[in-house]
């Protein structure tokens, strides 16, 4: 073993053994010549260089510099275990030889990297693929566009397409929602920080309270909490006196990722499906972080038991390549010839890779295994909470696993909730990285530490994932 390896084990092992996991690859053993410059270096370069909106180096201090499976190594030789995998893109892990050897046939059948819109037999057999893992009741009578190549990209597709097809103007979003960065989808998105230095957002987005029981935004918590978002919703939609327009279209997360890893009930899901097909309202789900498996069933919406009208892809559909789609229903597709374009809607290596993914997702159950390991995941952190109140609350759904750190110094509210602590849980992602685990924050004020591991992870790695976090929180105070 290499002491690295030796010593994270040492490490990361809580009182009770847990067993060895996560050999690093055979590969990985021998140092390759000329060894690149340390974290320091690279870091310094970069923040030399790249802007001021740079993210992760501030909260991640390293320089990565090979990946595989579930392991990262930085640039000083320090290996960790990967639980932010591209943002949840890199469903299959780094370099999964699934999505190399799809990548490698492509190159050596010399198919073209980009094609605009312009069809291939590569096009063709990953929409076959992606039309078979999605209800046939959706896809009987669905359309696809190529968007290009990030989830942003397709939100802002999908609001033109809704936007075109109604005639009408305004959108409904809701509070702790995160659609990305563009424009449009930032208009969309519940965060107020990156939004108060732009003027001039996308007009006439309403948001409306998501069912965070936790943080109930009526005060009330537990079931009544999805209850009074239906409720809430219903009237103001059929209140002609509630300033709103009627929309263009709904758009949420069914598990809402970067807002704090927050599944909405199922029972809710259903209503609104009710709400918005009652009303013509189209109802588009942004399933960017969600889909391919994530969950625990292929598309959160699933879980649920209703269609979307309009489903909004990306991140693990490419295979972890750039790739964004929208698929929806026909009666949607009003679009003029060339109402939606651009140049990389036709990444084909993305494509073999997204068909390879979805396929190997398929044959091998991993959205079964995600939901296993994802409860594996829960107990543990439930069993940690249980020593540890500055984990206020421990959910999710399948491999989206979050853990909400709060202040302990500040009074709980009614409903027992004390106020989220960024500080800590700031502390907590440190102290993971200094024990070799890689994990994100997202939620109200960053304070919710969040899992996103490959659906590959085993049962070894979950429980050595959770012992490493077991002493973060406890190191982190
Ligand atoms: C639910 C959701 N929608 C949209 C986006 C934006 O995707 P991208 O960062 O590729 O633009 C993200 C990114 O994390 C996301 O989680």
Not at 92 to 101: I, K, Q, S
Not at 242 to 269: F, K, N, R, T
Request: proline content about 7%; aromatic content about 6%.
């Amino acid at each position: 073993m290499r002491p690295e390896i030796a010593e994270l084990t040492a490490r990361a092992r809580p009182a009770e053994a847990l067993p060895d996991a996560m050999p690093p690859p055979a590969r990985w053993q021998q140092k390759r010549p000329g060894e690149p410059l340390g974290n320091a270096h690279y870091l310094a370069r970069q923040s030399g260089f790249e802007s001021n909106a740079r993210t992760y180096p501030r909260k991640l201090p390293i320089a990565i510099r090979r990946a595989e499976g579930i392991h990262v190594e930085d640039a000083d030789g320090r290996l960790y275990i990967d639980c932010l995998a591209g943002a949840g893109a890199l469903t299959l892990g780094h370099y999964h030889p699934v999505v190399v050897e799809a990548v490698q046939r492509a190159v050596a059948d010399g198919v073209p990297w980009q094609t605009l819109d312009l069809t291939t037999p590569v096009k063709d057999a990953f929409v076959e693929e992606l039309f078979g893992s999605l209800p046939k009741a959706f896809t009987e009578s669905a359309r696809i566009q190529f968007c290009g190549p990030s989830g942003a990209d397709a939100i802002e597709a999908a609001i033109k397409l809704v936007k075109t097809a109604t005639g009408r103007r305004s959108v409904l979003a809701f509070h702790g929602a995160y659609h990305g960065m563009t424009h449009g989808a930032l208009g969309l998105t519940g965060e107020t920080g990156p939004k108060l230095a732009v003027a001039g957002l996308m007009a006439e987005v309403h948001f409306l309270p998501f069912p965070y029981a936790y943080r109930c935004p009526f005060n009330l918590g537990g079931e009544a909490t999805w209850q009074a978002s239906i409720a809430y919703i219903e009237r103001l939609l059929d209140d002609t006196n509630s300033g709103i327009a009627p929309p263009a279209g709904m758009i949420l997360e069914a598990v809402q990722g970067e807002g704090g890893v927050i599944p909405a009930p199922d029972q809710w899901l259903r209503e609104i499906r009710r709400i918005t097909r009652e009303r013509e309202i189209p109802l588009i789900i942004d399933e960017v972080q969600t889909g391919v498996g994530r969950t625990g069933l292929m598309y959160a919406f699933e879980h649920a038991g209703i269609l979307p009208d309009v489903l909004v892809l990306s991140k693990a559909v490419g295979g972890g390549l750039p790739l964004s789609a929208l698929v929806y229903r026909e009666s949607l597709n009003l679009w003029q010839p060339g109402a939606h374009a651009g140049t990389f809607r036709g990444n084909q290596l993305a494509m073999a890779a997204g068909a390879a993914t979805l396929r190997y997702v398929k044959e091998q159950r991993l959205d079964r295994h995600a939901d296993a390991m994802g409860r594996r995941l829960l107990a543990h952190l439930q069993r940690i909470r249980q020593d540890s109140p500055q984990l206020g609350d421990v959910r999710g759904r399948g491999l989206m696993v979050g853990a909400e750190v709060v202040d302990l110094r500040a009074e709980a509210d009614r409903l027992g909730a004390r106020p989220p602590c960024r500080e800590v849980a700031r502390r907590i992602q440190r102290e993971c990285l200094d024990r070799g685990m890689i994990i994100e924050l997202g939620g109200r004020q960053g304070s919710v530490a969040r899992f996103l591991p490959p659906l590959t992870v085993t049962e070894n790695d979950i429980d050595r994932i959770a012992g490493i976090f077991g002493e973060a929180v406890r190191a982190a105070g």
